[in-house]
């Protein structure tokens, strides 16, 4: 436990990350924000959040534009891309206190593997699994659509106890800033589960130029999105993790009573940002392939992808 309040560090402050900080912030707790582009904006603005759920919220936040100025934080919430960890590693470890517990707030398999080696061995590492509509309207300005969940898995570090006790605390922050927050005692099968929703939603978005709502609307996408959901299935069940029985039927009556939404994929190839398909495509079928399963509609949906991918990047 601390001996003071958590001090609680937000790197990567956009729409996640704002959003989990801004709410964290406004229940009470020390929160501290790193920025880049949207430094300034912040800092004579403050951070505005535009929520369907908790309604219009605007705060003077304790913003930086460098790790070096801020304080040793206990919690770190990592809200940036999974692609751009290498750069992040090195601020992590500066923003970090004594047994700093970080929490990745990221899509996909193997971004905890990724990062664990450039993170000090006091450092636990935990991830983050969120179930939010939510997107970046303007420098400062996040709008949530609708949920706001976010579970918990203890991946490595030094504690004994399986990091139990780390899972709860962090989960008890969550819920006292009004998230919904549960433990999640297995984070390998979580994070399969939260890509049942990602590679079909976040992969067609991009390559048909759709949200969610023209894609649950048409009979042929629809038909393509629950196929998708079963490979990944398939997969995970392959790999050792078995999914609730049901579970992708309820994800994909989840987005139709969604609003309409556009996943954060979409953002990223309208803005040229890369795309995260190391995480959330090829390392899944890496992964089930060494398994022996195919997965052959993700297949080319990943191969589509990297090519859209590539020829966004400049020459």
């Known amino acids: 436990m601390h001996s003071h309040p958590p001090r609680i560090g937000i790197i990567g402050s956009g729409a996640i990350g704002g959003f989990y900080g801004l709410m964290l912030a406004r229940a009470g707790f020390d929160v501290h924000f790193l920025l880049r582009s949207e430094y300034q904006a912040v800092c004579e603005r403050g951070l505005s959040l535009d929520s ?15 790790a070096a100025d801020m304080p040793p934080c206990d919690w770190l919430l990592i809200g940036a891309k999974a692609t751009s ?17 970080v929490v990745l707030l990221q899509n ?18 935990l991830g983050g699994l969120c179930f939010i509509c939510v997107n970046r309207l303007a420098p400062g300005v996040i709008r949530h659509q609708a949920l706001g969940a976010v579970n918990l898995g203890y991946h490595s570090g030094p504690a004994s106890d399986c990091g139990v006790a780390l899972v709860n605390e ?15 005692p297995n984070l390998a099968l979580a994070r399969w589960q939260k890509l049942v929703w990602n590679v079909p939603y ?83 079928l890496a992964r089930a392939r060494a398994a022996g399963c195919s997965m052959p509609r993700t297949e080319m949906l990943y191969q589509a992808l990297s090519f859209i991918d590539c020829s966004d990047r400049p020459a």
């Open 52 to 66: 369907a759920v908790h309604g219009a919220l605007h705060m003077r936040v304790q913003a930086y534009v460098s």
């Open 85 to 101: 960890n290498e750069q992040l590693a090195p601020l992590i470890v500066q923003a970090a206190a004594p047994g700093a517990k």
């Open 108 to 125: 996909g398999l193997g971004v905890e593997e990724q990062l664990r080696p450039a993170l000090r061995s006091d450092m636990h590492l």
């Open 170 to 184: 962090g989960a008890g922050l969550f819920q006292a800033a009004g998230i919904d927050s549960q433990a999640m």
């Open 202 to 284: 976040n992969g067609l978005s991009v390559l048909l130029g759709a949200s969610t709502s023209p894609l649950m609307a048409d009979s042929n996408s629809r038909e393509l999105i629950q196929a998708l959901m079963a490979e990944v299935v398939q997969g995970a069940a392959a790999c050792g993790h078995v999914l609730p029985a049901g579970y992708a039927e309820h994800l994909f009556q989840v987005t139709e009573r969604m609003p309409d939404y556009w996943p954060s994929m979409y953002h990223d190839h309208v803005h040229k940002r890369p795309l995260e398909l190391e995480a959330i495509y090829a390392e899944p």
